[in-house]
């Protein structure tokens, strides 16, 4: 026996031949990586198209549009100390010291964008902090004191 090493007969394990304008296979974990990076933005994507077509139809569909101060065929009172409440149209015997709001039923502030509706407000003091309160008319009323057509600005 000699300490010469032996040839091997088993050939050399071939390595891939790749063109020069190819680019060479992409291991396991950079597919996986590429696969996540690929799933997790197309996720996101997705969520924000969901998102915004539900905003979408919110604006669209207004589904708090319809909202008024009164049921039909109520109008409201308020009372001298603050406060109110609907009563049928056309009740006689108010509460005593109760008067009918001098704008009666109407939208919400917030849905005064309906036709023939007018945003008005006037200053107000809450807590000793001067404020300003927002309500909705009808065009053509005659605004109480205190009362001017909101600027929007």
Same mark, same amino acid.
């Given at each position: 026996?000699?300490?010469e090493?032996?040839?091997? +007969?088993?050939?050399?394990?071939?390595?891939?031949?790749?063109?020069? $304008?190819?680019?060479?296979? /992409?291991?396991?974990?950079?597919?996986?990586? /590429?696969?996540?990076v690929i799933g997790v933005v197309s996720f996101a994507l997705g969520l924000a198209a969901l998102v915004g077509l539900g905003l979408g139809a919110l604006w669209a569909f $207004?589904?708090?549009? +319809?909202e008024w101060v009164c049921s039909e065929g109520e109008a409201p009172i308020e009372y001298p100390a603050g406060g109110g409440e609907c009563?049928?149209?056309?009740?006689? +015997?108010?509460?005593?010291?109760?008067? #009918?709001?001098?704008?009666?039923?109407?939208?919400?502030p917030?849905?005064?964008d309906k036709d023939? #509706?007018?945003?008005?407000?006037? $200053?107000?003091?809450v807590r000793g902090e001067p404020d300003v309160e927002e309500d909705c008319v009808r065009e053509g009323t005659d605004l109480p004191d205190g009362w001017r057509v909101r600027d929007d600005d």
């Open positions: 026996m000699t300490d090493p032996r040839p091997l +007969d088993v050939p050399a394990y071939p390595a891939p031949q790749h063109r020069p $304008d190819e680019q060479p296979p /992409r291991s396991r974990r950079a597919r996986i990586v /590429r696969g996540a $207004d589904p708090m549009g +319809d009563l049928p149209e056309g009740t006689k +015997d108010l509460p005593e010291g109760a008067r #009918w709001e001098p704008f009666g039923n109407r939208p919400m917030y849905n005064c023939g #509706w007018v945003p008005v407000e006037r $200053d107000v003091v």
